[in-house]
């Protein structure tokens, strides 16, 4: 086990700033594709993070300390961001992502206080007993997985243009 | 296909900025894990991204549009930041990055003017014929896949702290 709040907090805290200075200004061409029907692009990528730190991870991070393993703490609708929102540019997004999670950071900083309730346990909706320490490694983990994501399916664009050098390039590979 | 000079540009001047904001000052945790014996830290992706600014792209563009395909360009040692080289901090490594990928872009720029020298062919030492908008679309993706590297390495440091949620997260699946 490698937790940490504080470390946590370290990758937490960058990737807003890091998202932002990688996709701010960019080409439509590589904010709007996607890995085929189905998919996410870019920028909805960024949508899915904002409605995270909106309903997912304080909220859940909350309803454990407060009821414990008493009820399941609600579900997260992991495509709420793709239903009718007026359409906004990825600077607008990625502001609106930053601002909250400096907000949730700081709520995360207080609810953590003092370290025992890392070790609080709710009851999860599908997969059961939870940890507060499991939410929050989940919730860098999380961060991760969409920056993996996001290159991903800006790498997919070029499968083409590369040319024989794809079978060196190990994101190209599925 | 989908390759323009503009847009490839785009995505190489941002890499070493964000990669930047991701990297700087995080904890040696983050920085020294790897996925296992063999596998690279963070800051040995680095160095990787350094040699190939220094002797990868453009000595091949260079090759290419001097020799042709008359004869192979020489290969490239993608373990040779692992030989020898003194410590340095991550921030050191960046900066060098940076002022690197600044300079090489602008050699870029002259080196595809005319847009015709996008077309010339050079000779791969393993799979032969190639294009220069072959050789400049896999600089771009090999950055991208060297992101998805970094932070899939971050993300395996917590594959037992996330718990239950594992199974949730694309990035831990192998």
Known sequence: MHFTV?????VLERTPQTLEHFLSGLSDG????????????????IGHLIEGEKNNWIPR???ILQEGE???FPSFDRYSHLNGKPERTIEQKLLEFKSLRT???????K???PEAR????GAHPAFGVVKVRELISTWVVHDLTHMAQIVRVMAERYRAD??????????LKK
Chains 1, 2 share one sequence.
């Open 30 to 45: 590589w904010l709007r594709c996607n890995e085929g029907e189905g998919t996410w692009n870019v920028s909805e990528v």
């Open 70 to 72: 008493s009820k399941p």
């Open 103 to 109: 907000l949730n950071i700081s709520k995360l900083q």
């Open 111 to 113: 609810l953590v206080e």
């Open 6 to 10: 504080k470390e946590a907090i370290e």
């Open 61 to 63: 991070l909350e309803f």
């Open 118 to 121: 890392l070790e609080v346990t």
């Open 162 to 171: 590369v040319g024989p050098w794809h079978q060196y390039l190990g994101i």
